[in-house]
């Protein structure tokens, strides 16, 4: 319901916990119980590391095909050794997987034997602890294709096996339309096929078809990958929903004077430089042509267009011309490359209160993080391991800059000396304890293979408590169960942004550029509604849409009070200011908060309850 497009913050983000799991439990933070520890500090540096690293979604690639032919042949599986090996002595996470389903160029249905086999590569990517690069098509000798209606049909009954291991799907180009599935050479796609560069609007709106059938049927994690930059120009809206989930693939990087069509007009490079910044480049070069396939031309336009990955074994000619040192340093900044540069660590604290942690990261590679993921200050003493996930984006690590962080983290529960480390999981639950999917930051001697983490090479110490911790003067109401719930677009989420449809795709809740660290993240129309038991003497937060709307949308607030309504805000834009709000509760045994839509619909109508506290009666 909005574009997932992000404006870049400020390199000093000053951020506070988020959520406090220990013991595989998840916890409330802390509110007001004791006061930030004023423990003495360390100030660390980290030593930079030139070694190739094996961190997910960026990188290298290689190449593997599989055909569906008539007769049944031309299927050949994955090899998860093979896979492993790349992984392992290569450093290649990312798999290039084209299957192409030439038996069903004529036939509208795909064969369930043909989905489990689809199923089981992916399966098969898992298990070695890889993703692909996935893309479908109908011929690779031919402009021979399926009909529109018929490529929908089978994007639609592909997608179920797509979204059942959208985990391990790094990125799925457009493909279906044209030889090698390129939206080139197309019999179905373009008016006169011998001219395959003059589209009518019919057929655009055919193309148009297909890609709205992918991003309506794919898991919103996927990101769509496009062949041209006028695919996404035309046919998804800069401001649409699925704007910031299209990339481009460009397939002749460096060939000709427009790398084959990709930039056709004068303003593309601009474009695609600016695009880059927020959604994922990636493809292969196609042949040799000096100057701009060698390594200095090539080395800039990576940079430039902000290349995550590229494919390894086409053009071997091209790759060949950049020498070891050429290949070599695209393989280190393909995609991200985030190192720790210095940290400012507490030695101590005690029990009860918090303590405040300064890391600073710099990306040495050609493109920021495209997919979100946790960060958490991992805490682990001899007995016991505290994981605090704390609201950095990585998304937003420019790459060439540095960036400092300060969160608060409430000290472990147990005495004891505690060794910190700063985790980088992969998103998913299912591949979230797999160290293969961790960030392994750019430094020596900081990685921990075993558990898929970074040492800040540092411990403090935790005392006992000594004196009696101040008593709660309020409580979180996101620490509440609510009673009954209601949310526009997705489910709402606690202590992020509503982000898409999925749970737990937000991000750290935002209101005008600042960041809060607790708070629920609804879209219009939603409703809340909490029981108070009579405990509590007034409700606190701060109201309004969020950033991640990118100044759209427009809201209102309500509370009501024992179902009385009881406060209504003005109308709320996306650049209206943050409004703190204090709503009276003595005596109420249920307060229900309402976000309804401006009177112009609910597109874009993310809103942030932010920091919402319930002040105890005294």
């Not at 080139?184 to 890609?211: H, I, K």
């Not at 249920?590 to 009177?599: K, P």
Request: hydrophobic share 45%; aromatic share 8%; net charge neutral.
């Amino acid at each position: 319901m909005l574009s997932r497009a992000f404006a870049r913050v400020p390199l000093l983000l000053t951020m506070s916990l988020a959520v406090l799991l220990g013991a595989g439990a998840l916890m409330s933070a802390p509110i007001a119980t004791a006061a930030t520890a004023t423990a003495a500090t360390v100030a660390h540096t980290y030593a930079a590391s030139s070694a190739a690293l094996a961190n997910p979604d960026r990188g290298f690639y290689h190449y593997s095909e599989t055909h569906f032919r008539a007769d049944g042949s031309g299927y050949t599986p994955l090899d998860a050794a093979q896979l492993t090996s790349w992984r392992t002595s290569e450093k290649v996470t990312l798999v290039y997987r084209i299957f192409y389903l030439e038996k069903f160029a004529d036939q509208d249905t795909i064969d369930d034997a043909i989905l489990r086999l689809v199923a089981a590569d992916l399966a098969t990517a898992r298990a070695a602890g890889v993703k692909l690069v996935v893309r479908f098509a109908y011929s690779d000798s031919s402009s021979a294709d399926a009909s529109a209606a018929r490529v929908v049909g089978h994007i639609r009954q592909l997608a179920p096996v797509l979204n059942a291991s959208a985990d391990v799907v790094s990125v799925l180009q457009a493909g279906f339309v044209g030889q090698w599935g390129e939206w080139y050479y197309s019999d179905n796609f373009a008016s006169d096929p011998a001219q395959p560069w003059l589209l009518s609007d019919a057929d655009w709106a055919a193309r148009g078809a297909v890609l709205n059938a992918l991003l309506s049927s794919t898991d919103a994690r996927i990101p769509v990958l496009v062949r041209y930059p006028a695919i996404k120009q035309r046919l998804v809206a800069a401001t649409s929903a699925q704007a910031a989930r299209v990339g481009i693939h460009d397939d002749c990087f460096g060939a000709g004077t427009d790398d084959y069509g990709t930039f056709a007009t004068a303003t593309d490079r601009q474009w695609l430089a600016d695009q880059s910044r927020t959604v994922p480049v990636g493809g292969e070069s196609c042949e040799v042509n000096e100057p701009r396939t060698q390594w200095p031309s090539a080395s800039a336009d990576l940079a430039a267009y902000h290349w995550s990955f590229l494919n390894a074994d086409y053009h071997a000619d091209v790759l060949s011309s950049w020498g070891d040192a050429g290949r070599a340093e695209a393989g280190r900044r393909l995609g991200y490359r985030l190192r720790l540069t210095s940290s400012t660590l507490p030695t101590g604290g005690v029990v009860g209160g918090n303590l405040s942690l300064q890391l600073s990261l710099t990306n040495d590679g050609y493109a920021a993080p495209f997919r979100d993921r946790p960060v958490q200050v991992v805490l682990r003493s001899a007995t016991t391991t505290y994981k605090v996930t704390v609201p950095i984006d990585l998304r937003t690590l420019t790459p060439g800059a540095t960036s400092t962080f300060t969160v608060q983290v409430p000290v472990p529960a147990t005495p004891g000396d505690y060794a910190t480390f700063l985790a980088l999981p992969d998103p998913a639950a299912t591949l979230a304890s797999m160290p293969a999917y961790a960030i392994q930051l750019a430094n020596t001697g900081t990685w921990q293979a075993t558990e898929g983490w970074n040492s800040l090479q540092h411990t403090f110490t935790v005392a006992a408590a000594t004196t009696a911790t101040p008593a709660a003067v309020a409580v979180a109401l996101g620490s509440l169960t609510a009673t009954s719930v209601t949310n526009g677009w997705g489910p709402r989420e606690l202590n992020r942004s509503n982000g898409e449809a999925v749970a737990g795709d937000g991000r750290p809740l935002t209101i005008r550029g600042r960041q809060y660290a607790r708070g629920i993240g609804v879209h219009a129309a939603s409703a809340q509604t909490f029981a108070l038991g009579a405990k509590y003497a007034a409700l606190r937060t701060t109201i309004g849409v969020d950033d991640e709307t990118g100044g759209l949308g427009s809201v209102v607030f309500k509370v009501y009070v024992d179902g009385k309504l009881t406060y209504t805000s003005p109308q709320l834009t996306g650049t209206s200011a943050p409004l703190p709000i204090l709503v009276k509760l003595t005596g109420a045994k249920s307060v229900r908060l309402v976000v309804t839509d401006g009177g112009n619909g609910i597109a874009y109508d993310h809103a942030d309850w932010a920091e919402p506290l319930l002040d105890l009666v005294p």
